[in-house]
């Protein structure tokens, strides 16, 4: 919930003006649903695509302040973010709702970034990989393996988010492989070695070239850093190396 439609579409069109012609990685944005239309605008041109925060999973109906795939899809929304931390642990969703999500997303059309990650009281009570492989199996379940390729997997340790704690390059591996294995198991191997998994754990110009250096590490999802078009655009670059 931050920027308002001027500084939204000037922060879109630093990024958009930065990567016009990006062939190195994939690069998506995802402001806030009233400024959709406007950022979409700025971005059109560029090879940045455009991102929802979120979806809600039935068509249509009496769901006051929810939005519908209809409706990011007339936006020409290309991904959309479901089990972001920030809705399990602030606003209360759970496994049982993300998943429908997830299906909601997929059916629509849109890459789907299932977002998972623990608290730092589970981390300390030793319980994240029972955690987050539970929201993963959960946000996962009657996908198929076709529709995998439309499926991003975000690690969002919750605990090195805004908090002055952080993630080494070896946690966040670590977790990152334990994912990609689970998947393996669920699907198969090609699914595993060709999904994208995403870290997002306070991603900075500072940690992101080490990060991405990491085998099972394919990305990030950007928080805070991507409020400024210059500290966004340098993970960019640090995403597509040397």
Known sequence: MQTDVES???LAGGIADAFVACECCDVVIYPP???????????????VSLGAQDIW?????????????????DMCVQSVLVGHSERRHVLGETDQLIGKKVHASLTGGFQTVLCVGETLEQR??????????????????????????MVVIAYEPVWAIGTGKTASPEDAQSVHKEIRECVCGLYDEIVADTLRIQYGGSVKPDNAAELFTCPDID???VGGASLSADSFNAIVTAACGP
């Open 124 to 149: 300390e009570a030793g319980n994240t990989l029972s955690v987050v492989l539970h929201q993963l199996t959960s946000g996962l379940e009657g996908v198929t393996a076709k529709q995998m390729q």
């Open 57 to 73: 999973y039935e068509a249509n109906g009496a769901f006051t302040g929810e939005i519908s795939a209809q409706m990011l899809q």
């Open 219 to 221: 990305g990030a999802l």
């Open 8 to 10: 939204g579409m000037l």
């Open 33 to 47: 649903f009233v400024y959709l239309q406007a950022v979409g605008s700025v971005i059109h041109q560029s090879n």
